[in-house]
C-alpha cells in the first residue's frame, strides 16, 4: 500500500512538537518518534548514520518544504525493503517468527470487498484465513509455543472477535511505540488516506500538549500488546470450524 502525504505531514509535526517540547533537535526527534525510517526502507536498526536517513536529514536541512521532500523521499524508497520479514501470509494475516518458541501476528487489509474486512459479513472469511494460518503454523512451525501481537486494532471489538478470550484478555498497553505502525497505522484508510475523525481527534489534543509525558496520550487508541499460548488458537479455530 502507497500511504497519503498527510500521513506524513502529520508525523512531520508531531515530531517538531516532540523537538520543542523535549529541547531537542528536529532530526532526533523525527528518528524516534515517527514511523519515518521504517517507511524509508531502512529496517529497524534506527541507525542515525544510515547513509539513506542521512541523506534525507541532508535534503530536509536544505528545503523550506518539508513536507514535500519528505513525501517525494518516501515515494523513492519505499520499495527498499520490509519492515517486518514474514514467514507466510493467509488473507489480511500473516505471521513472523521472532524467535523459534514464538509466532508474532501481523494484519494488513488485503480484502478487495467494499465493506470494512472486520465486518461481521467478513467474520467468516477472517476467521477462515486464521484457521489457515494456524494449521500452517502447526505444521511447519512445531516447536512454537506462544503468539505474540502489538497493534491498535486490538481495541476494537471487530478486532478482538477473531481470537481467543485468554489473547484479548492479555492486553497491556505497549509504551514508547512512536517509532511503529502498531501505533501509527490508526491514523489510515484502507487506501492509505487518513481517517478524518482519528486525524482530527490527534491534532486537538497534540495542540493542548505540554509536557514530553502527555505526548502517548495524543494517540486517541494506544499499540495493545497480546499474547497467549499457540494451545488456546488451535482450540478457538478448531471449534470454529
Not at 502507497?2 to 506524513?8: I, M, W
Not at 541507525?47 to 528545503?63: A, C
Not at 465486518?119 to 512445531?142: G, K, Q, T
Request: with cysteine; glycine share 4%; aromatic share 14%.
Amino acid at each position: 500500500m502507497r500511504y497519503g502525504k498527510e500521513f506524513f505531514d502529520r508525523q512531520l509535526r508531531f515530531a517538531r512538537v516532540v523537538a520543542a517540547l523535549a529541547a531537542i533537535p528536529l532530526e532526533q526527534a523525527l528518528l524516534d518518534y515517527t514511523n519515518l525510517y521504517v517507511r524509508f526502507g531502512l529496517g529497524r536498526a534506527f541507525d542515525q548514520d544510515h547513509p539513506t536517513w542521512r541523506r534525507y536529514i541532508q535534503g530536509l536541512s536544505q528545503t523550506t518544504h518539508a513536507s514535500d521532500w519528505t513525501y517525494s523521499f518516501y515515494l523513492a524508497h519505499a520499495q527498499a525493503g520490509r519492515e517486518t520479514p514474514l514467514v507466510a501470509t493467509f488473507g489480511c494475516f500473516s505471521y513472523a517468527t521472532p524467535d523459534s518458541q514464538s509466532i508474532r501476528l501481523h494484519f494488513q487489509n488485503t480484502d478487495t470487498a467494499t465493506v470494512s474486512p472486520l465486518s461481521i459479513d467478513r467474520l467468516p472469511m477472517r476467521l477462515s484465513e486464521l484457521r489457515a494460518l494456524f494449521d500452517h503454523v502447526r505444521r511447519y512451525e512445531p516447536e512454537a509455543e506462544s503468539v505474540l501481537g502489538t497493534s491498535w486494532l486490538y481495541n476494537l471489538r471487530a478486532y478482538q472477535r477473531l481470537f481467543p478470550e485468554a489473547y484479548i484478555a492479555s492486553a497491556t498497553v505497549a509504551d514508547n511505540r512512536f517509532r511503529n505502525m502498531s501505533l501509527w497505522g490508526q491514523f489510515l484508510d484502507r487506501n492509505g488516506g487518513l481517517k478524518v475523525g482519528f486525524t482530527e481527534d490527534f491534532l486537538r489534543r497534540l495542540s493542548k500538549t505540554t509536557t514530553v509525558r502527555e505526548l502517548a496520550s495524543c494517540f486517541p487508541l494506544q499499540a495493545l500488546a497480546v499474547s497467549a499460548p499457540i494451545t488456546q488458537f488451535h482450540t478457538f479455530y478448531d471449534s470454529a470450524m
